[in-house]
């Protein structure tokens, strides 16, 4: 599916670029900095770039470009949901996104694609898999690879790798079972000099920190109230 990706930052350099099928010429990219270029914005580069052999997808996140290279038809959405997941797990496994992170620790961003993508199909794409796969850079275990030649490669395959719940490790326990939730909610309001509202918008998220033994069913019920005030604001 995924025959290539490159990343490129936001002067146009195309810094990493990694190939599981075949290798495709970094000329491939002229297409996406010609549609670049008319863009007048970067967010604006369409996501899907037809080309004559090729289709490139991309992503924009953190001032980098996330191009993938794909030879045949596939869902462009299931192509850009894994870009944004490889750029959530380099999130996750260094801290930040950024084009330093990610030529500080080249070493484990090619161990991660070779994990994520089998031979171009998306493979091992959840944090507690890739981490048990994959241990998460540090300065001494970075000094021991050093020095030993070593990698960051487990050698036994995850407990959730077999799991109907990938994202979930087997056999979790915890010495207390117990649920946290925190609502937050923001209110955005538009005003006039008269007092009377022009617009106005609720945005709400609920965070959530389970910690339960195994895998058992948790039922919620959430109720919602709603409160009218007519009052004005000075």
């Known amino acids: 599916m995924i025959h290539s990706l490159f990343l490129i930052n936001a002067s146009g350099d195309i810094f990493l670029e990694k190939h599981w099928k075949s290798v495709v010429s970094r000329s491939v990219c002229d297409y996406f900095f010609e549609a670049q270029e008319r863009a007048t914005e970067p967010e604006n580069v369409p996501p899907v770039i037809p080309t ?14 996330f191009v993938a290279v794909i030879q045949s038809e596939v869902p462009p959405l299931f192509v850009i949901e894994f870009l944004h997941r490889v750029v959530d797990t380099f999130q996750d496994y260094f801290g930040v996104c950024t084009e330093a992170a990610i030529k500080d620790n080249v070493v484990v961003v090619y161990e991660l694609l070779e994990e994520m993508l089998d031979n171009g199909f998306p493979l091992a794409t959840e944090s507690n898999i890739l981490k048990e796969l994959i241990k998460p850079p540090t300065i001494l275990r ?93």
């Open 52 to 65: 004559p052999h090729h289709y490139l997808i991309n992503v924009l996140r953190h001032r980098i470009y």
């Open 142 to 234: 970075t000094m021991v690879n050093t020095i030993t030649g070593s990698t960051n490669v487990g050698e036994q395959l995850p407990t959730g790798q077999l799991s109907v719940v990938p994202w979930r490790r087997t056999g979790v326990k915890y010495t207390n079972n117990e649920a946290y939730f925190d609502v937050v909610e923001e209110i955005d309001v538009i005003i006039d000099k008269s007092g009377s509202t022009i617009t106005a918008e609720i945005q709400g998220v609920i965070d959530a920190c389970v910690k339960l033994t195994g895998m058992p069913d948790l039922t919620l019920s959430f109720m919602v109230g709603f409160v009218f005030l007519n009052q004005k604001y000075l």
